[in-house]
């Protein structure tokens, strides 16, 4: 008897240092068959560390960048339930040539449908960043920016929100857990209708929980500070005068008003964010914007 | 006779050391995105030469920073692709395809189309009518070619990192 454990646990102990490389699920799997086998464990325990392993590692990583768009996408159609777009075409060209242009300067430039920007016609001032890469300001925040710089600021803390992936992180856990539970059982053949019933039921709970989060109560102060960093970080990597964030900060700390359903409820006062942004070692020295940045941000945004 | 045996040796450790690492390793990945586009050279500037799409494999020929330079399997052509496009992972084809198995391992991406997809998408806007997507599809048709890229840069006395320089 006590041979036999010592052998079983001698397999399991090869089979482990054999499957170090791989990922631990499969290791785990290949290790807990060969207990079986060497009858260490019965049949019905090796099922349930298998289960237990999957059950465990179903995370964020297991969406599919296609997943990820559409969420996003449903996320876009909650924000425009709440705010009009803002149909003006030099306006939107202006702001995707620069938002875009950013993105492409970024540590994840390449997302599934890429990053797309549309302004929100609204005096609140606002933004939003979906995971699938759309990202929305209001007039009203692009009135807080004196120049380019300051707007570039803005549309790079949103990028930053997307990279960093902070609106997949406020779905709920075992929202996750449920969602991909279905999708794992998927055969061969393609949905009936009892799992798309399934899963748009998940879906709805996930658009739910980052629309509740992004739109209603707004990020954790930790998220909203990583996403101006992130923005200090890519405005500099370009070009732009970092100090940017500091100066639309400034501003808006003048127009936001309290109680407000807009920043003034999602996001840490601008004093806080400045103090935050310095307390990163943030100092920026002033610097004149060149002047034909200044006149085209002055063309396309100076009179909205 | 024992330096001999020695050297077998050696050779014989050598060989385990060095057993997991193919020669000449060929590195294949899959295109993670709708749309992908290789260009002439390392950098969003640079002229699109070919476009790739989900779940395309290719293979990488040559790395610089970020970029990865990549052949489409069963094709001459080549260029530059920035890594974020690129995954380890294979996307699974849509089920019904040939060679499809059953449900997605830890290396797979779930089957494309599949999941929280345009079915999901349908299903869930017939059960909240009011929701608009007009603006959504048009916003995503915004885009921004290289040529205006690189005018908006200039004109702005900004620029992109170096080709090929950045992680």
Known sequence: MIANVLRAGLILAATLALAACAAVETATTVATTVSEQAGVISPEQGKAIRTGTAAVSKSLEDFTPEQEYFIGRAVAAAVLSKYPAYASTPVNQYVNTLGQTL????????????????VLDSDDINAFATPGGHIFVTRGLIRCCTTEDALASVLAHEIGHVRLRHGMQSIEKARITEAL???????????????????????????????????????????????????????????????????????????????????????????????????????????ATPKERQDRFLKAVGRI | ??????????????????????????????????KGELRATPSFLGKIVARVAYGDRVDVTEKRGAWRKVSPRGGNLQG?????????????????QAGVRTGATRDELALAGKGFSEEVEASYRKENGKLDYTWINRMETFEVTPDQMRNFLVQGGVSLPREGDRP
């Not at chain 1, 794992?184 to 019933?197: M, N, P, Q």
């Not at chain 1, 990583?226 to 970092?242: F, I, K, M």
């Not at chain 1, 003048?254 to 109680?259: H, S």
């Not at chain 2, 045996?5 to 993670?32: N, R, W, Y």
Request: aromatic residues 8%; glycine residues 8%.
């Open chain 1, 103 to 118: 993105a492409a300067a970024s540590d994840k430039p390449e997302i599934f449908a890429g990053y797309h920007f549309l």
């Open chain 1, 181 to 287: 539970t279905v999708l794992a059982r998927e055969g061969a053949t393609t949905f009936g209708s009892r799992e798309v019933a399934q899963l748009t039921q998940t879906f709805s709970g996930a658009i739910s929980d980052i629309a509740n989060t992004m739109i209603g109560r707004g990020y954790s102060r930790a998220f909203e500070y990583e996403a101006d960093e992130a923005s200090v970080t890519l405005t500099r990597h370009v070009g732009y005068n970092p100090g940017g964030l500091i100066d639309m900060l400034t501003v808006m700390d003048k127009k936001l008003k309290p109680g407000g359903p807009d920043f003034a409820k999602t996001h840490p006062s601008p004093r806080d964010r400045m103090n935050e942004i310095r307390s990163r070692g943030g100092v920026f020295p002033q610097a």
């Open chain 2, 1 to 34: 006779m024992i330096r001999t045996g020695l050297s077998i040796l050696c050779f014989a450790m050598m060989c385990i050391l060095f057993s997991h690492i193919p020669a000449q390793a060929q590195e294949t990945l899959s295109i993670q995105v709708k």
């Open chain 2, 80 to 96: 530059w692709i920035h890594a974020s496009a690129l995954t380890a992972k294979r996307v699974l084809l849509r089920a019904g």
